[in-house]
Structure formats: structure tokens, C-alpha cells
């Protein structure tokens, strides 16, 4: 079909907006963004005495057990901030603190002995809020994000505000309604007729960075290695030597690196690396084990990130859904895709995904988030096989409807309206309140 050279540029710009390369998980990077900035407005000659930092309770959730990247295996808020402070590079935007040594890294930890960090769990509901403000003995600079992980919406110096904008400025370019006009049906057409020359760099780095971190997540010893662990039992004849058991493998490997700490970038995808990774490295891994040709693995990459992105935005950044499930359901598109398959069955395999594993919660970013990973390329897989054999979930299943734009309507709701208890529930159990039993 023909389309509209506007929509396809529209398209392409939404996808260089939300594939961007970080380093560590994005929430610990946030922070370390938010502290980095303020820093700059700080006079040269005042020193911090005092760091307050206010967060929502994703943000609480997602930094609290993972592993800050360059830290020597430090997790936290603090610790987060402080890099940030101290040596964070704001203008690297999600790589800011990836410059930091190892000298540098124990004057961080000396200075967070001598120091008062405070942390504070801001009542806001909105999920992606960051406040960082530094006191000396002059001073008093505030930085301030929210819904997006670099989107400055804030900044004060001494109460005197320096800069204020709405919340849906700043990052983005694309406004909201051309994220709208995005369609399944569109992407895939795109992603069949596009000049594969257009995204040819930025899915080069995509497989490079991204690979490179799963490869390291398979040699070494992060996390609890479920992707090494799987690859092992292949060997040993446990799991089959197929090409699911290696995808799920490989793409939950980049995880066990990249939440333990490990300091290679990843390329993200809608604001995290694990969806970055779990829309790519289950297609390259299989792409390669087929024989099948780079254009077409560009291609099938092309259309599992963006349906990503397009699923992500009715979820919102961060929520009690698992993102990961939205990478896995574009990924059971893509396979579709790659093999030549039309529209329907590309919407089957990816409806399939959603009413297999839309039950999957997020509790935070940490080891597990691998085995999340793990588990839904995993039914990928099988969504992609079921559809391939017109096997399909029918509209009235459960959350499934007839069409797949308004399965992923439903999906929207199910995640910001639905799970708004489940996420209350999970933070508040990640703080350490027991609860009432009943």
C-alpha cells in the first residue's frame, strides 16, 4: 500500500526517540541524570552539605534492588545520586555517569560517609518522578523530571524559578496525537516498503550494543545467569538444541548482565533496556541460527521495536505491568513477519502473547527481570507457532478482542487502571510493610 511519506518520516522520528543507548537500568539513571543537571546550576565555588532526593514509588521500586553500573556492585537511590553529583555527565543524558573509575568511585563513597543524602518517597501520582535538590550554605538548587527519564520540567535556584515547562514538553519531538496515528497495521506496512538504508545505523547499533551484552551475560557470572543456565542445560541435553530455547536464552542473558551491574550500554527501547533487549536479541539470536539475511533481520527489528513502543504507550513508562511483555508480544509479530507471514497472522501471534502473559507484574528491576524475559520470549515463540497453524485467541477470550488495536486498549487499561492497587501493593511490600493478614 502506499503511505504518506509525512507518516512514514513521523515513524521513523518516534523510533530514534525511544531507541536510545543507556547504560544500567534507566530509573538509577534518572537519578544520577536529575543530580548531574542540578550540579551545573550549583556555583563553583559552594559545596553540597546536604542532598535531598524525592521520588515516586516506581522509581523506589525500580532502584532498590538493582545494581548501579561503574558502583562496584553498589544499589540504591543513594548511591545513584551521588555519582551523579559528583561525576555524572548530564549532557551524555542516560550515559551520565558511564565515564566514572574506579578512584572516582571510592571518592563517591567517601563522600557519602561525610555527607546527608535524604531520601524521600514523594505522594505524587505520577509513576516517573524525580526531584533532586543540593543545600550549601548559599544555595538551594532544584532539578525536577517527570514521565520521562531525561524530560527536565523543572529547575529553581534559591526558590527563584530558572526554568518551567509542561510535562509533556522537552524530550519528545513527535507530538502525542502522530504517537496516535501509529497502528500494528501501519508498522508492518512500513516495515515491508521502508529504505531499509533509513534505520540501517541505529539497528546496526542496536545488534551490537545489545548483542554485546548478552554475549557477556552468557560468559560471565551476573545475576542468577538464567540465560547461561539455559545455554548449559542445552548442552547437556535437558533442553532441546532448538532455536526457542536459544532466543529466550540469549535475550535473557543481556538482562542477567545488565541488572547486575554490568557497565556496557544497551540500546533501550520506551525507556528501558530490558524491553530494548527483549525486542532484539530473541530475533538476532534466531535470524542467525536460520541463515537468514541482515535486511530482513533490519526489517523484523524495525517492527518488534516500534509495535514495542506502540503497546508501551498504552501501558505507560512504568507500571505494575511487566514492559517485557509488550517486547515479547511484538516479538511474536516479528517472527510472523520475518517469515513472510500477512497481517492476521501477525495480529494473532501478537494478541496471543498478550492473553498468555499479561498476569506477569513488575516488583521492581532486579535478577528476576531476566527470568521475566526468559518466560516471555518463551511464549513468543509459542503464540508465533499457534498463529502460523491458525491456533489463535478469539476476540471475547478474556482481555483479547476482535481487533488488536482494541486488545491493546484493553491492555492499557488493564495496566494503568487496572494494576493501580497491585503497584500500591508491591511498594509498600518493597518498603517493607508487612501488612495485615487476614
Request: proline residues 3%; hydrophobic residues 40%.
Amino acid at each position: 500500500m502506499s503511505i504518506d511519506p509525512q507518516t512514514i518520516e513521523n515513524a521513523l522520528q518516534i523510533l530514534e526517540e525511544e531507541v536510545v543507548p543507556a547504560q544500567g537500568c534507566t530509573e538509577p539513571i534518572a537519578i544520577a541524570f536529575v543530580a548531574a543537571k542540578a550540579r551545573e546550576f550549583l556555583p563553583p565555588d559552594e559545596t553540597v552539605q546536604k542532598m535531598v532526593v524525592r521520588v515516586s514509588g516506581n522509581i523506589i521500586k525500580n532502584v532498590k534492588s538493582v545494581v548501579v553500573p561503574g558502583s562496584g556492585g553498589m544499589v540504591g537511590i543513594e548511591v545513584a545520586a551521588a555519582m551523579g553529583l559528583l561525576y555524572g555527565d548530564a549532557s551524555r543524558d542516560m550515559m551520565v555517569i558511564s565515564g566514572i573509575t574506579e578512584a572516582q568511585m571510592e571518592e563517591v563513597r567517601q563522600w557519602m560517609r561525610e555527607n546527608l543524602i535524604e531520601v524521600i518517597h514523594e505522594n505524587t501520582p505520577i509513576n516517573l518522578y524525580v526531584t533532586v535538590e543540593l543545600h550549601t550554605e548559599k544555595s538551594c538548587i532544584s532539578v525536577e523530571i517527570k514521565h520521562l527519564h531525561t524530560n527536565i520540567t523543572k529547575i529553581t535556584r534559591n526558590k527563584e524559578v530558572v526554568l518551567e515547562q509542561p510535562c509533556n514538553d522537552g524530550v519528545f519531538n513527535t507530538p502525542a496525537e502522530q504517537r496516535q496515528k501509529l497502528s500494528v497495521r501501519l508498522i508492518y506496512d512500513i516495515a515491508q516498503s521502508i529504505d531499509i538504508e533509513r534505520v540501517r545505523p541505529l539497528l546496526e547499533q542496536v545488534i551490537r550494543y545489545n548483542s554485546e551484552i548478552a554475549r557477556e551475560g552468557l560468559s560471565g557470572n551476573w545475576g542468577v545467569n538464567i540465560g547461561r543456565v539455559i545455554e548449559e542445560h542445552i548442552a547437556e541435553g535437558f533442553y532441546g538444541d532448538d532455536v526457542r530455547n536459544h532466543a529466550a536464552a540469549f535475550a535473557a542473558a543481556g538482562s542477567d548482565a545488565r541488572m547486575s551491574g554490568c557497565a556496557l550500554p544497551v540500546m533501550t527501547t520506551s525507556g528501558s533496556g530490558n524491553q530494548g533487549m527483549a525486542a532484539s536479541l530473541a530475533l538476532i539470536d534466531y535470524a542467525d541460527r536460520m541463515g537468514l539475511d541482515e535486511e530482513n533481520l533490519m526489517r523484523a527489528l524495525f517492527f518488534s521495536h516500534l509495535t514495542t513502543v506502540h503497546i508501551k504507550t498504552r501501558v505507560g513508562r512504568l507500571s505494575a505491568y511487566c514492559g517485557v511483555i509488550c517486547s515479547a508480544a511484538a516479538v511474536a509479530g516479528a517472527l510472523c513477519f520475518i517469515n513472510d507471514k500477512d497481517f492476521e497472522t501477525v495480529s494473532h501471534a501478537i494478541a496471543n502473547t498478550l492473553g498468555d502473559v499479561s498476569g506477569i507484574i513488575c516488583d521492581g528491576a532486579k535478577a528476576s527481570c531476566a527470568m521475566k524475559i526468559s518466560t516471555t520470549i518463551y511464549a513468543a515463540f509459542d503464540s508465533y507457532v499457534l498463529a502460523t497453524h491458525g491456533k489463535y485467541l478469539h476476540g471475547g477470550d478474556g482481555i483479547v478482542a476482535h481487533d488488536i488495536e482494541e486488545t491493546l486498549d484493553y491492555i492499557g487499561r488493564l495496566a494503568q487502571d487496572g494494576m493501580r492497587t497491585t503497584d500500591e501493593v508491591i511498594i509498600d511490600i518493597m518498603n517493607g510493610n508487612k501488612g495485615a493478614r487476614s
